[in-house]
């Protein structure tokens, strides 16, 4: 139960860092790399702190859902931005 919410965490995190990046002089297109790397960043905090039942028993893995993480955080951005119609 807890990795799902890690993942969810991460996802939730790399969301609100996307939305903090869109206010700066930078062009969208780097957001999806932006919240990847904090992905892999909190991915590997995850993995070593030792958060229960996260689902990673390696760094590559723990790197790997990270930045899965963080581009569904890019994905659901995409997601509302089509259900508004812009």
Avoid at 15 to 23: D, E, H, M, Q, T
Avoid at 38 to 48: E, N, Q, S
């Amino acid at each position: 139960m807890f990795g799902i919410v890690g993942v969810a965490a991460i996802t939730v995190i790399c969301y609100l860092i996307g939305l903090s990046v869109k206010v700066l002089p930078l062009d969208d297109k780097y957001i999806p790399m932006i919240v990847g790397i904090c992905g892999a960043i909190l991915g590997v905090i995850g993995y070593v702190s030792g958060m229960p039942d996260f689902p990673a028993q390696d760094m590559i893995t723990a790197v790997a859902v990270g930045i899965v993480s963080g581009l569904a955080a890019t994905g659901a951005d995409q997601i509302k931005k089509q259900m508004k119609g812009e």
